[in-house]
T-cell receptor
């Protein structure tokens, strides 16, 4: 693999179900991010990790959790999905959390919660 | 609060020049990014400005004025493949990116 991969590509989920979105990068980047993108709104940060073993809350963390057990993987879990979590989810990474470092994005997961 | 403003949509003609503006109000400033996003795809990096002035990269240039909280992305010699959304993002005092909603650019032949 090269870059960032996300799985699944798309998913339809019943409300109340638990769901984990997977994200893996092979660039040895220290920092990783989860965003959601909704029509008419900018990308909104859900959670981030500046380095393996640490995580932080972004702008819209409620209803989501993350873990960063190693450098490569950064899964996002919805404990009990609700319809307002219908969105496109992007995972991103950067070499570090420093100022000039661009973020590289995965292809996204389109999630529909019914 | 933090705010990034961009026009929602712009239309331009193939071969022409278009300027996409971005104004921002954020808690701190640690650089401004422009990304391109084709429909149904992931954003991809275009440019980064941290000092005032113009950064040129081929057909694309990006300008920054920190005192005015203003940036623009200039696209020259427009091609049909430039039809996409262009996202402006500012890195704030916490080193997190604050994103604008994006400008959808439509190129007509």
């Amino acid at each position: 693999i090269a870059g960032i991969t996300q799985a699944p590509t798309s998913q339809i989920l019943a409300a109340g179900r638990r769901m984990t979105l997977r994200c893996t990068q092979d660039m040895r980047h220290n920092a990783m991010y989860w965003y959601r993108q909704d029509l008419g709104l900018g990308l909104r940060l859900i959670h981030y990790s500046n380095t393996a073993g640490t995580t932080g809350k972004g702008e819209v963390p409620d209803g989501y959790s993350v873990s960063r057990a190693n450098t490569d993987d950064f899964p996002l879990t919805l404990a009990s999905a609700v319809p307002s979590q219908t969105s496109v989810y992007f995972c991103a990474s950067s070499a570090s959390a420093g100022a000039g470092n661009e973020q590289f994005f995965g292809p996204g997961t389109r999630l529909t919660v019914l | 609060g933090q705010n990034i403003d961009q026009p929602t949509e712009m239309t331009a003609t193939e071969g022409a020049i278009v300027q996409i503006n971005c104004t921002y109000q954020t808690s701190g400033f640690n650089g401004l990014f422009w990304y391109q996003q084709h429909a149904g795809e992931a954003p991809t990096f275009l440019s980064y400005n941290v000092l005032d002035g113009l950064e040129e990269k081929g057909r694309f240039s990006s300008f920054l004025s920190r005192s005015k909280g203003y940036s623009y992305l200039l696209l020259k010699e427009l091609q049909m493949k430039d039809s996409a959304s262009y996202l402006c993002a500012v890195r704030d005092s916490n080193y997190q990116l604050i994103w604008g909603a994006g400008t959808k650019l439509i190129i007509k032949p």
